[in-house]
């Protein structure tokens, strides 16, 4: 028997017990060990709850009962979470977790901690909610070299963006929407300033290339500047506005370049047609050529699957996971997002024409224009060209025929 | 070290070899072990290889040699690598697989004699080639209970599909470009009458829903009536024509419909939007909704690559990995397709009506007619409202909502 403690009693905690209580018995089957859920740490009382009996408010009691296995947390942020993990692994236990913020910027410690004790640290639920996408990187694909990954890694943003698209609303109108409909929270700043995706990004840029890569050192933009105009423009030359992050590896030195910001990317990349709040993940390696996952990133069930998950593997093997780990970061990690090339998209002031740009046309306002560079450049190219005009947007256009998808079938 | 033995050095084989080479160090690297190609076995010799010094033509030199721990059946077809994997199994040697039609027919066998032996039986390169799928599936979704898999399993037949569809080009003429860039074979028959796909649904539902489900239970059938006709009304419904491999969990027994055949699939659905030689397997569950895997289905190194993949797993463990099986078949596993609902397309002579059903148009014939039912039915159901009708054609909708998918942002 393995006994389970959950910290944290919100959205994916309670989907956790539920999960497990649902499907307790072909659970246990598959790990061949029964898997009870004994303890739900949280400040708060849950008299109605169907759990209410295993509500407690003291972690001592999870950090000293030796008959307590795994501990799942779900209470975010790197404050208190970081504490209790630390503990958790401290005192034996195997630590399983969908916070991304703490795996993102503390990471590496906790690996290290969980190596030392012999226990895992599994966060399969922290990138893509239920969508399986680090395990699959670190065994299916561990026999390639892996080159790229690019994700729609933010529901609530990509919901904001699909709404633009296809319902004309103007940002501020589908960020309402998406706050009424329970996409977004009260207080959207993690989201729509795109530090969510880099907090993803940086998971899975570490886990694909190996060296902790944490959130300051990935220039992050999100999509408050987007605007109708964008949207239009980027209709009419065949795209579609989708916030991405990505990863890109370089070969000559080995090091990484992870940045999150929007980007035009063509309505026949399998991309630009994720809508809503699904995210998708596409990872790019020397032998497989393109994968893509797809799935709903978010939610309490799809969330609750994935730690579920992991919880199953932890309880299965009870000892130290080690292909579920990177080494430490450092600046020698990663090059500058200055230094990546690609063609750009710029909405500008005035009707001049753009050197080396089409411009593109829209029903829009006739005192501004909106260019597409033939081809492709790095930041300060694309800014020397544009130099003297007033830049109201400017954003990447995706590559994403890098790996020949549909070329064959022209 | 770990050595290895490849059975076969054909597309896949040769694949296998060049990956273990070319990414080898890192390779050792996370298995914390090296792995060594020590033979390959094939009956013809290839003096211009790089690995020609590896090639033997005896199986009993592998199976004799207590240094080889993992075995890489790249042969195909169920004779000589169905005894060649016997032999392997039972000298206590892991083996890996790309060949499906062993699997889907004879994989029980295979498991029980493993897990004897304590040795693994791998075949992730077996179902959408390079796309990890079965790994996620036992190891990432194994907190639900899944209840449907609906997949584009067979890149032939969907470039053919794809090629009728974007260009025009009639079943055969189509079939013929296929075969002369390489994507089907001289004799194409096992993947344009759907057994290949057939073979690959049989593997994901075993694995999926815990029993052995073999190829003569799955009616099969494939794309060969498929004409432009079908094509074209289709499109006018805003619709594309895709074989799909299904196999369904009906709750109230526990028994599962598995078949493939042709469907009427929406292009909001993204499974519309997989095109050419790429595949994608949906798989829905309880926790996690829907999620889909897409990728190259086939093809020299994204097979490889899935192959060596399990090579590194199999080579880590070196044990009976549970995980990895199903049990026994039987009569009682599966229910009849013929109890399977969903709306009906149908191309019929004559323009009369046909009762609950929308009339198609496009620019077709006048002396037939094609209908969409608006309800979903029986085949013997819809079989009944066309009886007394020439039926020139008859394929499923696939009922994609079912798990909600984009319903949320109309």
């Known amino acids: 028997m393995v006994n389970v403690a959950i ?28 898997i009870a859920l004994k303890y739900i740490l949280d400040v708060r009382d849950f008299p ?8 407690i408010h003291d972690f001592s009691i999870i950090e000293n009962d030796p008959t307590v296995g795994v501990v799942v947390e779900t209470i975010g942020g790197a404050t208190i979470a970081r504490e209790f993990t630390r503990r958790a692994l401290m005192a034996g236990k ?31 639920a922290s990138v893509g909610g239920g969508i399986p996408i680090l395990k699959p990187i670190r065994t299916c694909l561990a026999a390639n070299e892996l080159t790229q990954i690019t994700g729609i890694l933010n529901g609530t943003t990509n919901y904001i963006l699909t709404r633009m698209i296809r319902a004309g609303l103007s940002f501020e109108d589908a960020l309402k929407e998406a706050q009424a409909n329970g996409y977004a929270e009260r207080n959207p700043a993690a989201d729509i300033e795109g530090q969510d995706a880099c907090r993803k990004i940086c998971i899975l840029a570490s886990l694909s290339f190996g060296r902790q890569i ?34 890109i590896r370089r070969e000559s030195d080995d090091r990484v370049c992870a940045y999150v910001a929007p980007h035009l990317v063509s309505d026949e990349s399998p991309l630009a047609n994720v ?4 995210n998708a993940i596409s990872v790019v390696g ?51 997002v200055e230094e990546v090339s690609s063609r750009w998209y710029a909405r500008v002031a005035g009707t001049e024409p753009v050197a080396q740009a089409r411009r593109l046309t829209a029903q829009q306002p006739e ?13 300060g ?21 890098h790996v020949r998808r549909l070329s064959d079938i022209k």
Chains 1, 2 share one sequence.
Request: glycine content about 10%; aromatic content about 8%; overall charge negative.
């Open 7 to 34: 910290l944290g009693f919100g959205t994916v905690g309670s989907g956790v017990a539920e999960v497990i209580e649902k499907n307790g018995r072909h659970i246990s089957e598959k790990v061949s060990n029964r």
């Open 214 to 247: 944490s959130p300051d050192q990935v220039p992050t933009e999100g999509i408050t500047s987007i605007t109708l105009a964008d949207v239009d423009y980027a209709r009419s030359a065949g795209m579609k506005i989708k916030l991405l992050g990505r990863a």
């Open 48 to 55: 109605d709850s169907p759990f209410a009996d295993r509500v």
């Open 275 to 278: 809508e809503g709040v699904f």
């Open 381 to 401: 190219e694309v800014k020397a060209l544009l130099s003297g005009r007033e830049v109201r947007a400017l954003y990447r256009v995706l590559d994403w025929k």
């Open 94 to 124: 195997s630590v399983v977790t969908s916070n991304k913020e703490l795996v993102a910027t503390h990471g590496y410690e906790m690996m290290q901690l969980a190596k030392e004790k012999n226990v895992s640290y599994l966060f399969e």
């Open 367 to 379: 005192e501004e224009s909106a260019w597409l560079t033939e081809a492709s450049m790095t930041p």
């Open 286 to 336: 020397d032998a497989i050529g393109d994968v893509m996952f797809y799935g709903q990133g978010a939610g309490k069930m799809p969330t609750a699957s994935a730690v579920v998950g992991d919880v199953m593997d932890a309880a299965k093997h009870m000892c130290y996971l080690k292909s579920n780990c990177w080494e430490q970061g450092g600046p020698d990690v990663v090059y500058s």
